[in-house]
């Protein structure tokens, strides 16, 4: 059982702002803090995150960076937002933390994600097993993750993913930077011990290689955004067997990637 605090605050504060007519208004506008990851006193990264839940985060961030292998490794998750920092303490001590956070990718995730150099080499060979959706249930789950975006609607500047199972939303969270929701839905299902052969996962944000990797790390075969993909997220798609949907709003979209697991129940 790991050691965890609980430090989830609020997303978005009003500011005073004036509109084009010259008048005062009040509006919504996304918090953003920097949060330090320390393992075992090592400081590993600074995130910057809204703070949904921020300890889920870290737990999703150090699982796709391969710091640990096992949920049991961590003892201790322990966030101060009064010092921006997050204390972890491993069971064991993890002889590649230096090795780690010297060879590391700056990604084209909003926010400056980052993929250490080891992340693809553990991936070698994989392919994830197939699932097939039915076009109804992709039409479901964009009209009601639609009604998610809740600090989106009010203040903007945020991207949000869901985890989804059939009609199901298992999990869903908003944050400044896409890779960070990312790693919050994985530290969700690491923590939680979630298997993802029969889920979808759901992004607001671009189908880059980054995102691709994730979804692969989480073992979730399908993945949907409303926004579009680099050739790099396609090819990796293409490797390891994700199907890849993106432009997907309303009753729109394209596959890009195991258009064979698309049951089109709901033809035009």
Not at 154 to 175: I, Q
Not at 203 to 216: D, N, Y
Request: aromatic share 8%; hydrophobic share 40%.
């Amino acid at each position: 059982m790991i050691d965890m605090t609980a430090s989830k605050i609020e997303g978005s504060s009003s500011v005073s702002a004036v509109d084009e007519n010259g008048t005062l208004v009040d509006i919504m506008l996304v918090e953003e803090r920097a949060l330090t990851i320390y393992i075992d006193s090592k400081e590993i990264v600074t995130l910057m995150t809204m703070g949904s839940y921020p300890e889920l985060l870290v737990l999703g961030y150090l699982k796709n960076q391969t710091f640990f292998d096992h949920i049991e490794e961590v003892k201790v998750v322990q966030v101060d937002w009064q010092t921006n920092a997050v204390a972890v303490v491993s069971n064991k001590k993890n002889s590649n933390i230096e090795k780690l956070h010297e060879h590391r990718t700056v990604t084209s995730g909003c926010g400056q994600g980052t993929m250490f150099g080891n992340v693809l080499d553990s991936l070698k060979g994989q392919v994830l097993p197939p699932h097939s959706i039915k076009q109804s249930v992709l039409y479901y789950l964009l009209s009601y993750l639609g009604r998610h975006n809740q600090v989106y609607k009010n203040a903007g500047g945020v991207h949000g993913c869901a985890l989804c199972k059939g009609n199901d939303v298992l999990f869903f969270v908003e944050d400044v930077g896409r890779h960070n929701a990312v790693d919050t839905i994985a530290g969700h299902m690491w923590l939680n011990k979630i298997n993802g052969d029969d889920c979808v996962f759901y992004t607001t944000g671009r189908l880059t290689s980054e995102m691709v990797i994730k979804v692969v790390q989480m073992g979730v075969p399908i993945l949907l955004s409303r926004s579009g993909a680099t050739k790099m997220g396609f090819e990796l798609a293409r490797l390891f067997g994700v199907t890849l949907i993106s432009r997907a709003k309303g009753r729109h979209f394209q596959i890009l990637n195991g258009a064979e697991h698309v049951v089109f129940d709901e033809p035009c």
